[in-house]
């Protein structure tokens, strides 16, 4: 089992920043990607940014404003945007998939990003 627990979620105005975190911990030994989503209402969920071996992958929505990070240490990821637009407004998830043999992901509860205009 993984468990996830994101923070850093909030209201903020349009060009603002937030810094989101995602603390991970259990059986994170075979975790292979770990990243975030977004789902706003209505909408599917949607990639934002994931860590991958010798990388991250980005949507095209956000490359150049979100910039996705591990610190192994802690066992966090974050996701650090700047300029945010109001249809950056969703819920975040962070995601994490444990690779033994198949796929298994793993998800978080979700933190709230709102970006006023």
């Known amino acids: 089992q993984v468990h996830l627990v994101e923070s850093g979620g909030g209201l903020v105005q349009a060009g603002g920043s937030l810094r989101l975190s995602c603390v991970y911990s259990g059986a994170t030994g075979s975790m292979s990607a770990v990243g975030w989503w977004r789902q706003a209402p209505g909408q599917h969920r949607e990639l934002v940014a994931v860590v991958i071996t010798g990388g991250a992958n980005y949507a095209d929505s956000v490359k150049g404003r979100f910039t996705v990070s591990e610190d192994n240490a802690r066992n966090t990821v974050y996701l650090q945007m700047n300029n945010l637009k109001p249809e950056d407004t969703a819920v975040y998830y962070c995601?994490?998939?444990?690779?033994?043999?198949?796929?298994?992901?793993?998800w978080g509860q979700g933190t709230q990003v709102t970006v006023s205009s």
């Open positions: 995601k994490a998939t444990i690779s033994v043999g198949y796929d298994h992901d793993y």
